[in-house]
């Protein structure tokens, strides 16, 4: 009577024992579960490294591309995805060396099955070979980005979801990674990409740059701009590699039919930007990345400027402070990276502050001066009614009160902690969360070891509560 549920009991154990194992090997997530991108970026592992192989053509606009990409499983892995814009069709992939099967799946998954799981805690290498004619991938806000064709080439920008427009990659900024770029043109064509510029050959009317950058890097960072631009590389005063590149067609304004400008733009850059190095290395600390460059573009369609690190994307000829606006977000966006795109505040709201700051140290006109404008002139109805922690959704990602009221957030804490504890909070958030990434309450932490002071209200009213905040309140 005894040993019969004892038997069965047995033999439900031994079948659980074998199951185990392989039950326990389970699918990556889908996505990384961002508030505003829910399917941007997947689960399951980290990437280390990407090598991207890619050659392209402007006429007719097609792009080949052959991305190694080296990661390590954070579970025990059945299958894994990474994001790929489906223009980009792939015809072969690989984990470590064994032909894997793939499907494309959602607006941008790529799902990858390997021949077998793959144990948590193990590196391993995903060969993804594709080709396509590359589309600009469209925002929420209607702005666009990604592989933009120019009329030379294309100017390359993904903040903050266009990486998947042209290599497969695990797209969440949490994942920063080192890459190598191998880019193959048509000889004439440059190609500047992030980090330093390690060879660059021309054979049989082709021309391969090989760009490698060294510091973590947030995917939407990367850039492979290119076309034809009259480049000036060498070295800062200081010493740091520089790479300027300024298109010569280039303009300030969008009519095609204007006339280019590009000795402007030299001389904007020549001047901004190793002011804004010097002054804001001086402030936050020594500059994160190996180079610093500027490419200008002429992008007419494409709006916006950015930040890419170590190199960036100016879309037409910019004015000086869009120049030191870029040059911040190297420490205040690059090196420190928000964990999630609702804290965009610490991108731009750093940035802009930056601007009033270089703008108060080299023209005498201060950050306050530009604070109690903006205060004063804040009517009801007001873009900075809206919160720049809370601006409810990604169509809103980089309204103008992230930027503003983002800049003022700083201006008024600044107020009140006083200038030094203000500054020793500003270079502790960047020596402590530099090539990673930090949130909207790392940053209260920090100002609040640096002042000693109670901090939650200052920044529940500023970042997060609709409306103007009322004089004394803070
Ligand atoms: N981060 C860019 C800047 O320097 C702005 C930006 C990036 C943007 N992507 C965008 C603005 C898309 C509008 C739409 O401020
Ligand atoms: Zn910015």
Redesign the pocket.
Known sequence: MRHRPIALAGALAAAFALAAPAAAFTPGAPGAGDPYYPFAGNGGYDVSHYDLDLTFDRTPNTLVGDAEIEARATQDLSRFNLDLRPFMVVSRVEVDGSRATFTREGEHELVITPRKGIRRGKKFEVEVQYAGTPEPVV?P?H?I?GWVPTHDGAFV?N??QGSPGWYPVNDSPKDKATFDFEVDVPAGIEVIANGVLEGRKTKRGRTTWEWEERDPMAPYLATATNGEFETRFGRTLGGLLEYNAVDPTTRRSLDPASTPEPALAWERIESAQPNALRLFSELYGPYPFDAIGAIVDYAPNV?????SQGKANYWRVPPESTIV??VA?QWF?NAVTLEQWPDIWL??GF?TWSEWIYDERTAGVTAQSVFEELYNGWEAGSYLDVPPGDVGGPEN??AGTV?DRGAMTLQALRVKIGDAAFFRTLRTWYARYRYGNATTADFVEVAEGASGQQLDQFFQIWIYTPGKPAQGSW
């Open positions: 925002d806000d702005s980005e920008v903040e903050p709006f916006y400027s950015l930040e606006h870029e977000h966006g991108n731009e940035a990602l980089f930027y």
